[in-house]
């Protein structure tokens, strides 16, 4: 009886998180996986101490730590400038195109990309507005290059956090394969965007920008960007992700000499709540054996050498990542691969799945969904809009990638 409600409560929360509200049940995602959790507690499928051993506390510390450097980051007006320079020093709208698709993607591999997809498309709207642009292309470039861009390393985005703490890998040895991949992705993306609206881009002539509202903050730009750098010296050197990050932060916070409350507004509570509700849901799941069965039953599928796994997982990853949403995939996925072939393997290949993935439909990643209502006052964004770029993006930035991957697993 346990199980089966295990597996009820387990599917109620997924209906909700994955965007499809039930009308008894209006619960956005941090909501519908706090009711999850507590339903979990509640029906005695485990018990609360069960529950607080579920969370991956060093996931949620590693997220706040560099949610906190991006909010400082955006105290200074570095988003601001960002966008300024890269409208100043581009001079056509194509070239426009590509730098905002280096920016976004550097960004997102350097921080996480659903907080630069939330600090950047603000500004990327009034830089386009201002320079009297067509806003739909830039938008996708947007929110396609963070997703890409984030694939690049360990603290790019949620799911890379987790796969960082399950696998263990050294940050240095992970970006070493994933980082070709995003490059290789970027250049792809480009090329797609670039033919679609070669008519829209040609057409389009850059006005001159006005002046940016919020100035740049130098003394705190050199404090966060000084200490950004030692953090990922210490990502690379190998220290603990979550404590160098947080502790990076935390000296910031000492040394900016600003109201904490206003920094402290600025970090995606929401997010934090849902990861932590989201890893009691799926361990209840898992006390079922559930994930298990279905690996055993789709053993077989996947088969028995490491490339054949690595083609048919990925490909069953990018399908989870926009049935599931990719997180909670990841969270569940990750039982499975200490029985592959290669598991070091596997985790890049699950990496690089779930966050291309994200691009194949606007609800394929939070960072879509962020940058198109950041955007609704100026441009509607439709499901098929979207997805006519999305899907031959997702399939080809995909095989790209895996193609990679495989080639630098074989030296």
Request: aromatic share 10%; net charge positive.
């Amino acid at each position: 009886m346990r199980e089966i409600l295990a597996i009820l409560i387990f599917s109620v929360t997924y209906v909700l998180i994955s965007g499809r509200r039930l009308k008894i049940l209006p619960l956005n995602r941090p909501a519908a996986t706090l009711f999850g959790a507590v339903l979990m507690v509640v029906a005695g499928v485990m018990t609360p101490e069960q529950a607080y051993r579920a969370v991956d506390y060093d996931t949620l510390v590693l997220l706040l730590g560099m949610m906190l450097i991006s909010a400082y980051l955006s105290l200074a007006g570095f988003f601001d400038w960002a966008a300024d320079e890269v409208l100043k020093l581009a001079g056509t709208p194509q070239r426009l195109l590509l730098y905002l698709m280096l920016t976004s993607g550097i960004l997102s591999a350097l921080l996480v990309n659903d907080t630069v997809c939330l600090m950047l498309t603000p500004l990327v709207v009034t830089v386009i507005a201002r320079g009297r642009l067509p806003l739909f292309p830039y938008l996708m470039a947007l929110a396609m290059s963070a997703n890409i861009g984030s694939t690049a390393t360990l603290v790019g985005n949620p799911q890379n956090m987790i796969i960082g703490h399950l696998s263990h890998m050294p940050f240095l040895r992970f970006s070493a394969a994933l980082v070709p991949a995003a490059a290789a992705g970027l250049a792809i993306e480009y090329v797609v965007l670039r033919l679609g609206f070669r008519r829209v881009l040609r057409q389009a002539v850059i006005a001159r920008a006005a002046p940016r509202e919020r100035q740049l903050d130098r003394r705190l730009l050199i404090i966060t960007f000084t200490i950004f750098c030692l953090v990922f010296i210490g990502f690379i050197l190998g220290a603990d992700l979550s404590w160098t990050a947080l502790s990076g932060a935390v000296l910031i916070m000492v040394l900016a000499r600003r109201d904490t409350h206003e920094v402290l507004q600025l970090v995606d509570w929401h997010l934090l709540l849902f990861f932590a509700s989201l890893f009691v849901v799926v361990e209840g799941l898992s006390k079922t054996g559930l994930p298990e069965q279905i690996f055993g039953f789709l053993r077989g599928v996947f088969g028995t050498s490491a490339t054949a796994q690595a083609w048919n997982f990925t490909w069953f990853s990018v399908l989870g990542s926009n049935v599931f949403s990719n997180v909670p995939f990841v969270v569940l996925a990750g039982k499975w691969i200490g029985h592959f072939a290669q598991p070091e393997l596997m985790w890049k290949v699950l990496a690089l799945a779930t966050t291309f993935a994200g691009n194949f439909t606007i609800l394929g990643s939070v960072a879509n969904i962020i940058v198109v209502e950041s955007a609704r006052g100026h441009i509607e964004v439709g499901f098929w809009d979207y997805a006519r770029f999305g899907i031959p993006i997702t399939v080809l930035t995909t095989i790209a990638g895996l193609i990679i991957l495989l080639l630098l697993a074989a030296v």
